[in-house]
Every structure is written in C-alpha cells, then in structure tokens.
C-alpha cells in the first residue's frame, strides 16, 4: 500500500518503486548479510530504524557492548547474537526524512502470523530494546571476549562484560537499532509497504 498526497500519482507511484526496491535493499542487506554473522565491518546508515515481534525465540545469545559508526559519528550499542531465532508477528520500519517535494517517507517490512521471520546467526546492534526478557541457563559477568555459546565470532573487547544463555525468549519485543547481520533470514509471507509521512512499527 502506498500513500500520497503528492500531485502526479504515476510520477509518484514510479518514485515508490524505486524507493521500495532500495528499502528491501536496505531493510533486507541491513537485516541479513549472507556471508555469516560478523561480515566485514561496515559503516552504518545516519538513520536508526524500528523492528517489533509479538514473541521472539531464540537458541544461543549473547550480549555484549560494541560501537557502531556512521560517517560522522560513533553509536553506542548493545550488540545482541542467537544462533537461532524465531520471531512471531515481525515488523520493521525505516523512516527517510526530507525528500525533496515528497517529505518524510516510511519503508516498512511486515512478515504475520507464527514464525513469520526467522533467522540463524543472527546479530542486531541496538540502541534501545523494551520486552519481557527470560534467560535458559544464563551466565552473566563473562569476559565478553570469552562468550561461546552465540554466533561464531560474535565477542566483545577483553575485560568488558559479557552475557550468555542456551536460550532466549522474548515478548512484546520493541527494539530501535543501527545495523543487524544474520548468515540465513527467512520471511513467511514478505510485504513491502512505502507509506508518506512516518508510519513506524512502534
């Protein structure tokens, strides 16, 4: 669904499909790297975006603090790693402020029902998350150099503190972050909508 209030709607419905096709770019290359969960490092978009779950569940996490960088500043993170992960009810959005003639526009990605977006090796780099967190078997206060049980590579810096758990459960899921890789992402029933003015997820 597009909406506009934009005169021309060809001309209009020609700029969304571009801007579509670049927000499943981003979205999609933001949210899944193939080549594995720490691809090479990469500076991240100057904007952050949303994503929302009814329930996420998730085998082999761990949690450490990291930086990322965008090309002109440095964002603070708390990077979050599962080897796997399910996610009911899947929502993200993208908001691309200030275009010309057009103003603020949101890309939003939904994927519905039981399972609608799931993932393996899965890393997200977040500023902020809200939910109702429980831990399987968890370890907290291990060197964050020294975590395991997560996706291969996904450590912090020697001496800062690390979290690790067989598993992961989290509900009413709401996280704002910067960047997210993952080696396999699966989207049951992938819509793309492309909405004028701000339409987020949360």
């Known amino acids: 669904m597009v909406e506009s209030g934009a005169r021309g709607r060809t001309r209009w419905g020609r700029f969304a499909m571009v801007v579509a096709a670049g927000g499943v770019g981003v979205g999609v290359l933001m949210f899944g790297m193939s080549s594995g969960a720490l691809a090479a490092s990469f500076t991240v978009a100057g904007t ?3 994503a929302s779950a009814d329930g996420l569940t ?3 996490f761990v949690q450490y603090g990291s930086v990322d960088r965008s090309s002109d500043k440095a964002h603070p993170v708390a990077v979050n790693g599962m080897r796997t ?12 402020p200030g275009l010309p003639g057009v103003g603020d526009i ?5 994927a519905g029902g039981k399972g609608g977006m799931s993932a393996e090796n899965l890393v997200i780099n977040m500023e902020q998350l809200d939910a109702d967190l429980t831990l399987g078997n968890a370890e907290i206060g ?16 020697a001496g800062t503190l690390g979290i690790q758990a067989d598993t992961v459960q989290l509900g009413a899921l ?5 960047s997210t890789t993952a080696s396999t992402l699966r989207f ?10 701000r339409n987020e997820c949360f």
């Open 188 to 197: 049951k029933g992938m819509k793309l909508d492309v909405f004028s003015g």
């Open 142 to 157: 291990v060197d964050a150099a020294q975590l395991g049980k997560g996706p291969q590579g996904a450590t912090g810096a």
């Open 48 to 50: 952050s975006f949303k």
């Open 58 to 60: 998730g085998t082999g």
């Open 85 to 96: 992960a399910t996610l009911d009810n899947f929502c993200q959005s993208m908001v691309v």
């Open 106 to 110: 949101t890309v939003k990605i939904t």
């Open 174 to 178: 709401r996280q704002t972050a910067w």
